[in-house]
């Protein structure tokens, strides 16, 4: 696609709740990348793929978050069992590669998750 | 190990006025810099970047960003505020990591406000 496409822009739940956010990425770029974006907190890393492939896992905050990516195109993040501090707006970007561009990324608009 | 330290979650200015967002960076090898803005409801886009050569880089919009390795700074100016600037600006920081990945580590974030 012409941009990175992320959806549903919007998530309303209620604690306790599985939420899957869905990431399709700009074609050709073999990168794929998540962050957390809190108020005031900045940008948190995730998560990021290099093909299908997840080297380091070490930024998801709990083991109820958990991500893949398939085809070396479109990702999903999901959160198991949610929780009020997992409210944020996670966004999600793509590159053409993990070791080109070096750190170059285009993001998409953005899932903005709430939990009640 | 990458860090980055935006000065000031917020910095007001008037229309027409000098713009001076401040980003200070950490990195135990040559970085890689790159300054994005983020409009309401939207991701993130990049404005300009630094990666190898001249030390000041024009972006889009009229931003320009000077690299100074002695001081690890990367400040971003723009000679005359416009209104359509209010927006979220993030610095961000990359540098290989093993395996030759580039994973960007970003700012907290300055919000610009325009006063008419």
């Known amino acids: 696609g012409a941009g990175v496409s992320q959806s549903p822009s919007n998530k309303v739940t209620e604690k306790g709740k599985d939420v899957e956010l869905r990431c399709d990425p700009i074609?050709?770029?073999?990168?794929l990348y998540w962050y957390r974006q809190s108020l005031g907190q900045g940008l948190e890393f995730l998560i990021y793929?290099?093909?299908?492939?997840?080297?380091?896992k070490s930024g998801l905050p709990s083991d109820r978050f958990s991500a893949e990516r398939t085809g070396g195109s479109v990702s999903t993040l999901t959160i198991q069992r949610t929780q009020q501090e997992d409210s944020a707006v996670y966004l999600c970007?793509?590159?053409?590669?993990?070791?080109?561009?070096?750190?170059?990324?285009?993001f998409g608009e953005g899932s903005r998750l709430t939990v009640l | 190990a990458q860090s980055v330290t935006q000065l000031g979650s917020h910095v007001s200015v008037s229309e027409g006025a000098l713009v001076l967002l401040r980003c200070n960076y950490s990195?135990?090898?040559?970085?890689?810099l790159f300054w994005y803005v983020q409009y309401p409801n939207q991701g993130l886009q990049l404005l300009l970047k630094?990666?190898?050569?001249?030390?000041l880089v024009k972006g889009i919009n009229g931003f320009e960003a000077e690299f100074k390795k002695s001081e690890t700074s990367f400040h971003l100016t723009k000679p005359s505020a416009h209104m359509s600037d209010a927006a979220e600006y993030f610095c961000?920081?990359?540098?290989?990591?093993?395996?030759?990945?580039?994973?960007?580590?970003f700012g907290r974030g300055t919000s610009l406000i325009v006063h008419p």
């Open positions: 970007a793509s590159s053409l590669g993990v070791g080109t561009g070096k750190g170059e990324l285009f």
């Open positions: 074609s050709g770029h073999t990168a």
């Open positions: 793929f290099q093909g299908n492939s997840a080297p380091d």
């Open positions: 990195s135990s090898v040559p970085p890689y």
């Open positions: 630094y990666t190898t050569g001249a030390t």
């Open positions: 961000a920081v990359s540098a290989s990591a093993s395996g030759g990945s580039y994973i960007p580590t």
